[in-house]
């Protein structure tokens, strides 16, 4: 079994900025992509970036050039730096990682989910 563990959300007005952390832990051969979602009430759940293992980045047009995803390999976590927050950016925000537990079999897995609200 894997288990992602977000960190990070929080209150900020915006403007301003938050980083959010994802681990991932247990059984792990290796990680080929992580990224991150949101999701508002009665709305579907988004695409805001993915990382693959090779460092390739995909954002949502919404948060180009405020948003930047990273991951550290060796500690098997992402990150997501968000500036320049706007009070659209208010969301869950939940971890996701295509994780392989051994060479031939890939499993799709959710953090817990973590809130960020972003005041006007």
């Known amino acids: 079994q894997v288990q992602l563990v977000e960190s990070g959300g929080g209150l900020v007005q915006a403007g301003g900025s938050l980083r959010l952390s994802c681990a991932a832990s247990g059984r792990i051969f ?7 979602y949101r999701q508002v009430p ?6 805001v970036a993915v990382i693959t293992s090779g460092g390739s980045t995909n954002y949502a047009a919404s948060v180009k050039g405020r948003f930047t995803i990273s991951r550290d390999n060796a500690k098997n976590t992402v990150y997501l730096q968000m500036n320049s927050l706007k009070p659209e950016d ?4 939940y971890c ?3 994780v392989m ?8 897995y ?3 989910g973590t809130q960020v609200t972003v005041s006007s």
């Open 96 to 98: 996701n990682a295509g």
């Open 30 to 36: 290796s990680i080929n992509y992580m990224g991150w």
């Open 90 to 93: 208010t969301a869950v925000y």
């Open 110 to 112: 959710w953090g817990q």
């Open 42 to 47: 009665g709305k579907q759940r988004e695409l």
């Open 101 to 108: 537990v051994d060479r031939a079999s890939i499993y799709d």
